[in-house]
């Protein structure tokens, strides 16, 4: 043997042989003929077969129920230089083999140009779940690299996965490599593979990378799907206008000054899909559809690190709009850290570079020049649209910043955002000419041909209803904003003006509002000559009248609501389209004729969610059906079209729309309830019979959180406690202490804390300003519970009762809390605390 072979390999292997010895799980195993080794977790979940013979390549990969690398090409390094590869897949001499502490070291890894070329060194190490795989790659000098794979991943076909999550919060769908040499890169390091039908999943991270991270996924002509990594001390550019996708072409990143050592560790982790990504159990709908929606067409509309919207990423163009309220509410149903982390990124983007110094937000965002108004296409890719002045891109930026914070619960850097969200409502409020309290568009007429919101290529003008509604719901948003900050005197300044809104939105069209009274809708528009426009019942007019709170009028919610569900069983559609009847032929751009087409009748998912939240109270059987319908039609097409045609009600157009996953997060909001506040998570579900036994679970800033539903008996757990309630309700979950928010109030109504780390469950009976009543549930005996007891009548006694015995006197301080403490016990199962005012002279 020793004549056959170096001595060092001898070595090696004799090492290898003895830790097998002693070790029967060894991470490490040696072929000793092909010169190969395999290295795996200690828990088998994970193995690399590494050959090393003239090469220097992961040649298999195996996960439980998957071998997603098993080609000629496998995993290696490369680089381009001068238009030509270089790479350690094949005719580079043997590199140096040890064994190390829990681990292997490849060293002497020389590849490129033959006098000058780029060393890496590889090393391995296994612990009982993953893999940590450290790079490290010295050049010679200084190169300009073309392209390269630090390392490139090669997978067996487009079919191994079914896409991969992205630390950006967003999705390389295979779907959407449909031609060879297709190509999406993104700033980012963090990639969440998986197959949704095999279970299997494998994620590759950077551990804690000082280098710029970036990634490519391309289509390969022979149908291999790449993973081509960087990892450089300068950030990457893109070398086509800003383009993160191109249909046709690998090279989406510039050339790169690369020179010195750089080193990253990627861990590695097989994982089971299923469980993973486990979202709960909902009864009455396809639980895996539900979140297959929210792992692939909502995610598309994230372009790349500081850019979100929701179009999509496939585009030639890659649209990113800006004037959308509803890009905070998606990471609602995303429920990704990551997906929030990179929307707060991109808020501060647009906050620093979208909005002009009067408080003009530009209204859209694209790879190239193409969709803008002539001379409004800036640097960054910020322009105006050339459709018109697109006024909701203000309202929304504000509407955004107000949802993510509900979400982040980061004051700090909402703060940030103060002084700008109240320039760009004030460039809005001094559009009321005749302050009459609505806000005008740029233009004053229909026949002017311009668009004013994101119903773009219809001409609605001067006062929009569309644009108001969103106005209102932006006044109050932020108002909210400005009332948790400190300040007060805006807060109510914004009210004052969404209130004086609301009244003359709510006024008859005769006496210069939108209510039409004959028809009984909300109309679209007014020119400037008081004529009416737009009076075909338009869906997200008239949805977000009712869902933002502008018509609070019963009678008025019922008849809308009712006459377009009417509208809808005649028709059998399976969506609310964006109107039921016919502009007028001069209203909009020719391609909405003849109806219904285009935004002339055609359906938009992305109104899902408003509509949902308008039928939420009026009757929730209707949005249950709409919701099951769309997922019925992701399971076809995956909901991968910009809209549906309302005759034959298939998928129309190739700017797919991301907001399509909106009816999917209108069931997490509205129907689940699931509406997260910056202190707490508050729960407004509305539930049907069907439904009853759902169980979410759902992450929330620092844990999770379960939620069990049925009709009229909700319950939110999370770290050992619980709260049942028959009623909405919030709750925080921190440090051993449990917030319970009665309703929708933003103070806690009760603080518990206890002593020991076991299960305490609470059942909250009755709660009103003078007696409070409810059941706690112990799992274990003597579990001390101190509470702390909030908004009672200030330096008022009350009887604190348990088992209907009197328990102590107290009296509330002057800011009207209690405190008391009490220990409850397993035996005694659900222990009855009464707390009661004592009435001056009982």
């Not at 409020?429 to 568009?441: F, H, K, T």
Request: aromatic share 12%; glycine share 6%; with cysteine.
């Amino acid at each position: 043997m020793i004549n056959n072979i170096s001595i060092r390999h001898f070595l090696f292997i004799l090492i290898v042989h003895l830790q097998l010895a002693v070790h029967s799980q060894s991470a490490l195993q040696e072929n000793e003929k092909n010169r190969s080794v395999k290295v795996q977790d200690r828990n088998g979940n994970l193995v690399l077969h590494i050959n090393y013979d003239k090469k220097c390549v992961i040649d298999k990969v195996q996960i439980p129920g998957e071998t997603p690398v098993s080609n000629d090409e496998g995993i290696f390094s490369s680089v381009k230089l001068k238009g030509e590869w270089f790479n350690t897949r094949s005719d580079i001499p043997a590199p140096e083999v040890s064994v190390i502490k829990n681990g292997l070291l490849i060293d002497g890894i020389y590849y490129g140009e033959k006098n000058n070329p780029v060393k890496e060194k590889w090393t391995f190490h296994s612990y009982a779940d993953y893999i940590d795989w450290t790079i490290e790659r010295k050049y010679p000098g200084t190169l300009t690299l073309e392209d390269t794979g630090f390392p490139q991943w090669s997978f067996n076909n487009m079919e191994t996965w079914t896409g991969a999550l992205l630390g950006t919060g967003g999705v390389a769908w295979c779907k959407l490599f449909n031609k060879p040499n297709a190509s999406l890169a993104n700033h980012t390091g963090i990639v969440t593979l998986w197959n949704k039908d095999k279970r299997s999943g494998l994620r590759i991270y950077p551990v804690s990378p000082k280098q710029e991270v970036a990634v490519r996924f391309s289509r390969q002509p022979d149908n291999k799907w790449t993973l081509h990594y960087t990892a450089s001390n300068n950030r990457l550019t893109t070398k086509h206008g800003l383009s993160r996708f191109i249909a046709n072409r690998q090279d989406i990143w510039d050339t790169l000054e690369a020179s010195g050592t750089v080193s990253i560790t990627y861990r590695l982790k097989a994982f089971d899909y299923d469980k993973d990504f486990y979202r709960g159990d909902f009864p009455g709908f396809n639980g895996k559809s539900i979140g297959s929606v929210l792992n692939t067409i909502a995610r598309v509309g994230i372009i790349d690190e500081n850019i979100i919207g929701s179009n999509n990423w496939h585009l030639s163009a890659g649209f990113a709009v800006l004037h959308e309220q509803w890009i905070a509410q998606m990471g609602l149903g995303i429920n990704d850290s990551n997906y929030l982390k990179n929307y707060q990124k991109t808020l501060d983007y647009y906050r620093d570079n979208a909005i002009s110094k009067d408080g003009r937000v530009k209204s859209r965002w694209a790879y190239v020049k193409g969709d803008e108004e002539p001379g409004t296409y800036d640097k960054n890719g910020f322009y105006e649209a050339q459709w018109g002045r697109l006024l909701d891109s203000n309202t929304d930026q504000v509407i955004n910043v107000a949802e993510l914070f509900h979400m982040n619960g980061d004051f700090s850097w909402v703060r940030t955002h103060k002084s700008q969200c109240e320039k760009v409502l004030d460039y809005l409020l001094r559009r009321d000419s005749d302050n009459d309290g609505l806000i005008e568009a740029m233009t004053d007429s229909y026949k002017e041909k311009k668009g004013s919101d994101w119903i773009d290529v219809i001409w609605a003008s001067y006062e929009n209803a569309f644009l108001n509604a969103k106005m209102y719901y932006a006044l109050t948003s932020w108002a909210e904003i400005e009332k948790i900050l400190g300040d007060n005197a805006r807060a109510d300044q914004y009210l004052l003006l969404a209130d004086k809104l609301k009244r003359r939105f709510n006024q008859s069209t005769k006496e210069g509002g939108f209510w039409d009274e004959s028809n009984q809708w909300y109309v679209y528009w007014r020119d400037k000559d008081d004529r009416v426009h737009g009076n075909n019942l338009v869906t997200p007019v008239n949805f977000m009248a009712i869902a933002y709170r502008i018509c609070d009028d019963s009678t008025r919610q019922k008849a809308i609501l009712d006459k377009v569900e009417t509208l809808m069983e005649k028709e059998n559609l399976f969506m609310w389209p964006i109107s039921f009847f016919p502009f007028a032929e001069d209203e909009g751009l020719h391609v909405n004729y003849p109806f219904p087409n285009y935004e002339n009748g055609d359906i938009f998912l992305g109104w899902g969610e408003v509509g949902t939240r308008a039928y939420k109270q009026h009757n929730p059987e209707i949005p249950v059906k709409y919701i099951r319908n769309v997922l019925n039609q992701y399971e076809k097409d995956g909901l991968a079209y910009q809209r549906y045609s309302r005759g034959k009600q298939e998928g129309q157009g190739g700017d797919i729309l991301a907001n399509n996953a909106l009816p999917v997060v209108g069931l997490y909001r509205n129907i689940y309830g699931i509406q997260p506040k910056y202190n707490r998570l508050y729960i407004d579900p509305s539930l049907t019979e069907a439904l009853n036994g759902t169980m979410v679970q759902y992450w929330l800033r620092h844990q999770y959180y379960t939620l069990s539903l049925s009709k009229n008996d909700y319950s939110l757990s999370a770290d050992l406690f619980s709260i049942h309630s028959t009623q909405d309700f919030g709750m925080e979950v921190k440090k051993g202490q449990l917030l319970y928010f009665h309703k929708d109030n933003s103070s806690p109504a009760m603080k518990v804390s206890r002593g020991k780390h076991n299960a305490v469950d609470l059942y909250i009976d009755a709660w009103d300003a003078d007696s409070r009543k409810w059941r706690v549930k112990s799992s274990a005996n003597a579990v001390k519970l101190t509470y702390e007891l909030s908004s009672l009548a200030p330096g008022s006694s009350y009887s604190v009762f348990k088992n209907g015995k009197i328990y102590l006197k107290a009296k509330s301080d002057r800011s009207g809390n209690l405190i008391f403490s009490l220990t409850v016990d397993k035996k005694e199962q659900k222990n009855k605390i009464e707390l009661s005012r004592v009435l001056p002279g009982v």
